[in-house]
């Protein structure tokens, strides 16, 4: 259903059809069921056909699956959590059932990185731009047209983990206004709403999904857990958002091989109801841990931007930014003046790859090779024209894994971004804020097809790869042999010089989008795509349904 080859391809199903899909045999569903009632306190909260969420007191758990429970502390948000470390049983009759057990957890989460625009630099090749981001930037560096703005029902929305504080209407009203963009629609609230004290994440979330998927309709959704617990309530919401962008990060080999795959089945469920997910890249190059020493002989991927099954985004920085034009310097928005910044109008982007001390905490943008899991067909041309290109210098072969998993997919800007927080205007960067700016990109391009009666994206990769095959255009290209992911360490991965299709790297994925290219690409297979299926017949447009 994902594939625009197949003729499946945008058919998508109801939750009641997936689940009948995945079910398992009812037989096996009970068993489990009585196994768990079969220990005095414990309760089934849940079933989701194909998982079960059961409560019970740690004392339980533990003589339930002969394991141990620990209270940890969370490493960014201090608070305290429950969480089975080391290994755990389940009765012998139960093995092939039971896929997987997991419980609460502790996460080392990727946070938007603070900037400083006064700066001097020392490393080689092209610096960053101290010019700085707002939203007329990306819409002119991804030719996004002129007053393009949604509307259908097409809808997005921005995850967040941990417990995490939200984002504050006011500071969304005051961004709004500085950066003269359009009113976002009414923001639904899922989950914990915790206003008082805002976050950085949240904030740049929601501004700039709003901002790039002009006029949408907008979800934010914050829950304690982490994305397992988040793709599982995505999918058995009855209308759940058909963009969802996550920018939060952790190692993948934090929760292993199991839990990540679960992790996987969960997004090619929510694929097959036309949803599309995305994850930020990573901000620590392609080591994925800092400090460099102690990882020489390894490469640590982040997840879950290295999933097959979402939109993987890296990050660029702007280089060199073009003089406006006294029209362009006239039409400035009211955040351009006064607060000792200057916005750039247009520019040159590069990999974001910024040293620690140079420009506030510094990253660089994440990429490279899954671990656990295997390339996928939809990149396997564009993986091989990188790998094969003896030109391009490469790790060594010990540091990855060559035949699994590239990524990112795609890449957006991801330093000197602008957002209002707290009352303030900041600078704040890293993939964190190129992951929502593509998420509000993908809504346009499903408005464009619902527009026309067309199914949504859906898992949108082998699209966009096809996009890039068959239309160079729709992705620009970004980086030289000068540039790298290398987080300031001596190993990482060099930029591919050649242009798109040919192009992709494990630095910046694809390149960054050229919406207007996009657009008349659809345009021109437009015939050929299926039709919005029965079970997304809202998502038509506002003022025109059947």
Not at 41 to 50: H, K, L
Not at 103 to 108: R, V
Not at 342 to 369: H, L, M, R, W
Request: proline share 8%; charged share 15%; hydrophobic share 35%.
């Amino acid at each position: 259903m994902s594939d625009p080859q197949d003729p499946l391809y945008g058919r998508y199903m109801s939750k009641e059809e997936v689940l009948e899909l995945v079910a398992p045999e009812k037989e096996d569903h009970d068993r489990v069921v009585s196994w768990v009632q079969s220990h005095r306190g414990t309760s089934v909260v849940a079933s989701y056909g194909d998982a079960l969420v059961v409560r019970a007191d740690v004392a339980t758990i533990e003589a339930m699956l002969s394991c141990r429970m620990f209270v940890v502390k969370h490493a960014i948000t201090k608070k305290n959590h429950i969480k089975l470390l080391g290994e755990y049983k389940v009765p012998e009759h139960l093995k092939d059932i039971i896929e997987l057990i997991h419980g609460d957890l502790l996460q080392f989460i990727s946070r938007p990185r603070g900037r400083n625009p006064i700066i001097s630099f020392n490393s080689p090749g092209d610096q960053p731009s101290q010019d700085v981001i707002i939203p007329l930037t990306l819409n002119n560096l991804y030719k996004v047209p002129n007053g393009l703005v949604i509307s259908t029902n097409s809808s997005q929305c921005v995850a967040e983990y941990a417990d995490d504080n939200s984002f504050s209407q006011s500071d969304m009203q005051s961004f709004v206004q500085g950066v003269s963009i359009q009113t976002p629609n009414n923001i639904t609230i899922k989950g914990p709403y915790q206003p008082s004290n805002p976050d950085g994440e949240a904030t740049l979330d929601i501004q700039y999904i709003t901002a790039m998927g002009a006029n949408g309709t907008n979800f934010y959704w914050t829950l304690s857990g982490w994305v397992l617990e988040f793709s599982q309530d995505l999918f058995n919401d009855p209308a759940p958002p058909l963009v969802n962008s996550q920018s939060w990060a952790t190692d993948e080999r934090e929760e292993g091989a199991d839990y990540n795959n679960r992790v996987g089945r969960e997004y090619q469920k929510l694929a097959l109801r036309g949803v599309t997910m995305l994850a930020s890249s990573g901000d620590s190059g392609a080591i994925g841990k800092v400090p460099c020493t102690g990882h020489q002989n390894i490469f640590n991927p982040g997840f879950p931007g290295d999933s097959p099954f979402l939109i993987s985004v890296g990050a660029t920085m702007l280089v060199s930014s073009s003089e406006p034009t006294l029209e362009e310097s006239l039409a400035l928005p009211p955040v351009c003046s006064g607060q000792g910044f200057t916005c750039a109008v247009n520019g040159k982007e590069d990999p974001a790859n910024i040293p620690d001390g140079t420009q506030g905490d510094g990253f660089s943008t994440g990429g490279g090779f899954s671990v656990y899991s295997p390339r996928p067909s939809y990149q396997q041309k564009a993986v091989r024209a990188y790998l094969s290109n003896s030109e391009i210098p490469k790790p060594s072969s010990n540091y990855f894994n060559s035949s699994n998993r590239g990524f990112p997919d795609v890449a957006a800007n991801g330093d000197n971004i602008v957002i209002f927080l707290g009352g303030n205007w900041q600078l704040v960067g890293g993939t964190s804020a190129s992951s929502p700016i593509i998420g509000g990109i993908i809504a346009l391009l499903n408005d464009h097809l619902i527009k026309n009666r067309k199914a949504p994206l859906g898992f949108a990769n082998p699209m966009l790869y096809q996009m890039a095959e068959q239309s160079p255009s729709t992705f620009l290209s970004i980086g030289n042999l000068n540039t790298n992911n290398k987080n300031g360490c001596p190993y990482g991965y060099v930029s591919n010089p050649n242009p798109t299709p040919n192009g992709w790297d494990p630095v910046t994925g694809l390149g960054t989008p050229n919406v207007s290219a996009m657009l008349k690409y659809l345009n021109t297979i437009m015939d050929k795509l299926p039709p919005l299926p029965p079970s997304l017949a809202y998502l038509a447009p506002r003022n025109n349904r059947a």
